[in-house]
């Protein structure tokens, strides 16, 4: 199977094993869960606003009420990208790729809770999901047709008509806006922020959220820089670079350089918060140290456990770290931004309740993500916290995903074995 594929199969299962591990730890607490109905968008055939698969795009919303009734968070799904047509047509057969293998109740927890022992600052905002369907983080406008196949790509025509369907539901009479989204979806925040900002009222307080969407543009420890590869391939295929910010592409050699957060970021205006892990569990597995890169396996018990990682490993580790520290030295100086950058083997925070707001959440200078996401959106104070270097932080959770959750999630997707990738 191609790396193309791999980083679409992986990615996809790692952040499917957010919700699963959220449902399981809410279950084993007895806590009642939010599930929310879907709605699928009406007439979005007529936009071309399709899925990979041909069909329509969905949402969950779940209404606001009392003080936040006209306050609007809007949280993008992960899950991956593909980039060529193989990997796009088998996304096409999984909820990954098509509304009609989603679930019909999506849970909200985290970020999206409307309980305020939970969620302290958003529980009473309008919550919405936007799902994620097209491969591309919500920007591609293509199609790919060679007589016998199909695949639409039309991300940036889902999240137009998703937006389209929520303004005269009252998103066009917004107070606050917060768009934020995890992985893949994180990365979209960084696509879409201004865009959203400049469909809204000026007076409307729009604010944006990435959580692990900060990919970086590295090389793997073979010095092969194989995610740009992917995003290349991305790019090209599903049409993505005219949506691309011009400033941003006019800057760069290569344009499709400008789906990497690092380079887009410079030319956000909106304000901006960032929630990463500095040893982010997908990267760290999948980009920086892949198995391509890896053949032997020399780095298998590093990744399942990180105490059984050598000191060279850990070294190495904290190149990485510095890597992304240094991707955001400048923004750390901004005004109007926000970070949370913890050292613990994570992908994904915002959406799980025992890392998002919770009596043993990760914390920073004794803060959660919650309090301090919350500090930076209503300017209680300044929001910049970057922890330090592994394994100082004995607040973390360290979610390693087991070998037998990722079969779980393989066979779940009907996808190959594990062995059978390279």
């Known amino acids: 199977m191609r790396n193309s594929s791999f980083f679409a199969i992986l990615l996809v299962i790692l952040v499917g094993l957010g919700p699963w591990r959220s449902i399981h730890s809410l279950e084993s607490k007895q806590e009642m ?12 055939g007529s936009l071309g606003a399709v899925c990979l698969d041909g069909s329509p795009p969905a949402y969950h919303l779940h209404r606001g009420f009392g003080a936040g009734a006209r306050n609007w968070l809007l949280q993008f799904e992960g899950g991956g990208w593909c980039d060529d047509v193989s990997s796009c047509l088998e996304r096409s057969r999984t909820r990954r790729g098509s509304t009609r293998y989603m679930n019909k109740l999506e849970v909200f927890s985290g970020i999206l809770s409307n309980n305020p022992s939970m969620n302290p600052d958003f529980y009473d905002w309008n919550r919405v999901k936007l799902r994620y369907c097209d491969g591309a983080s919500f920007a591609g406008d293509s199609v790919y047709h060679n007589g016998t196949t199909v695949l639409y790509f039309r991300g940036q025509r889902i999240w137009d008509a998703i937006i389209l369907d ?7 009479q917004a107070q606050k806006v917060l768009l934020s989204g995890c992985s893949a979806g994180g990365l979209a925040t960084f696509l879409h922020c201004d865009d959203l900002a400049r469909l809204l009222p000026k007076a409307t307080t729009v604010k944006c959220m990435s959580d692990a969407g900060f990919f970086l543009d590295v090389k793997d420890i073979s010095g092969k820089n194989t995610i740009r590869s992917f995003f290349s391939s991305l790019v090209t295929l599903q049409g993505v670079q005219k949506y691309l910010n011009r400033n941003c592409a006019g800057s760069l050699d290569y344009p499709y350089q400008c789906f990497f957060p690092q380079h887009a970021l410079t030319y956000i205006r909106s304000p901006y918060f960032i929630l990463n892990s500095a040893y982010d569990v997908y990267q760290f597995h999948h980009i920086f140290v892949p198995p391509s890169a890896d053949p032997y396996g020399h780095w298998n018990r590093c990744k399942s456990n990180p105490a059984a990682c050598t000191a060279n490993q850990i070294a190495i580790l904290q190149g990485f770290r510095s890597e992304m520290l240094t991707a955001l ?27 998002w707001f919770a009596s043993n959440s990760p ?16 300017e209680r104070k300044v929001a910049n916290e970057i922890d330090c270097p592994y394994p100082c932080d004995h607040t973390c959770h360290n979610h390693i995903p087991s070998s037998q959750a990722y079969e779980w999630r393989l066979k779940e997707f009907k996808y190959v074995d594990l062995q059978r990738i390279p």
Not at 166 to 172: N, T
Request: net charge positive; aromatic share 10%; glycine share 10%.
């Open 329 to 355: 030295r400048l923004f750390g100086g901004s005004r109007n931004g926000g970070m949370f950058i913890n050292s613990c083997f994570a992908h994904c925070q915002s959406e799980l309740q025992d890392t």
């Open 33 to 44: 869960r939010l599930s929310v109905a879907m709605t699928i968008v009406p007439h979005a």
């Open 363 to 378: 914390r920073l200078h004794n803060k959660t993500i919650a309090e301090v996401v919350g500090d930076w959106y209503f």
């Open 166 to 172: 929520l303004l005269p539901k009252g998103l066009s």
